[in-house]
């Protein structure tokens, strides 16, 4: 797997292998606590249209470096990458709260963004005040007295979330809690397709 480094930290990416000469750039940005292995198929099936490129974001998956505090902060850090990849204009694609990050990309660098795709997600995620104080608290919500005190889809959801959380899932939802591209996003642009759907 490839790799740049920028201000001396390793950051990996995968990447189609083979790319047509005039195949465009397309960007894949992961959601919440993952990394870009989770864009595998759109690699292997769409590199003879484009040059698929999907990083893990800093402190992701096989990426160095520290989680960051906020879409802004990671699109910044997009821009970094893209530019050290000579990268002058491209597609973005991005989930859930990737498809923030590309929200704010498009917002700062409108100028090198060719199209949008973006794949359940939202101008703004409702953070749930219950999630965010049993993990700074570290309770377990399968204690008798919190299981019938809690919603029981809130309790699975909770649960599920537990068995692959990490620090970098944690602090993605509480930046993701913060975005709100509603007052801004009018003002953008650029081609866009939104997929949405169960």
């Known amino acids: 797997m490839p790799l740049i480094t920028i201000d001396n930290i390793a950051y990996h990416y995968r990447m189609s292998k083979r790319v047509p000469v005039d195949?465009?750039?397309?960007?894949?940005?992961h959601g919440s606590g993952t990394s870009g292995i989770v864009w595998s198929y759109q690699i292997s099936r769409l590199s003879k249209y484009f040059k698929i490129i999907a990083p893990d974001l800093p402190g992701h998956g096989e990426s160095g470096g520290h989680t960051l505090?906020?879409?802004?902060?990671?699109?910044?850090?997009?821009?970094?990458?893209?530019e050290e990849l000579r990268l002058p204009s491209l597609y973005l694609c991005g989930h859930s709260f990737g498809g923030a990050i590309?929200?704010?990309y498009s917002r700062?660098?409108?100028?090198?963004?060719?199209?949008?795709?973006?794949?359940?997600?939202?101008?703004n995620f409702k953070l749930s005040k219950l999630y965010r104080q049993l993990t700074e608290q570290g309770i377990d919500p399968s204690q008798a007295v919190l299981s019938a005190e809690l919603p029981e889809f809130f309790r699975k959801g909770y649960e599920l979330l537990?068995?692959?959380?990490?620090q970098a899932l944690h602090d993605d939802l509480l930046a993701?809690?913060?975005?709100?591209?509603?007052?801004?996003?009018?003002?953008?642009?650029?081609?866009?397709?939104?997929?949405?759907?169960?």
Do not use: H
């Open 102 to 104: 590309v929200q704010e």
């Open 162 to 166: 537990s068995t692959i959380s990490n």
């Open 23 to 29: 195949g465009c750039a397309v960007i894949c940005i």
């Open 69 to 82: 505090p906020s879409a802004e902060a990671y699109a910044r850090w997009l821009n970094r990458f893209s």
């Open 176 to 198: 993701a809690g913060a975005f709100d591209s509603a007052p801004w996003i009018g003002s953008l642009d650029v081609p866009s397709l939104v997929v949405w759907g169960s």
């Open 108 to 123: 700062i660098y409108p100028q090198k963004v060719k199209g949008l795709v973006l794949i359940s997600t939202g101008m």
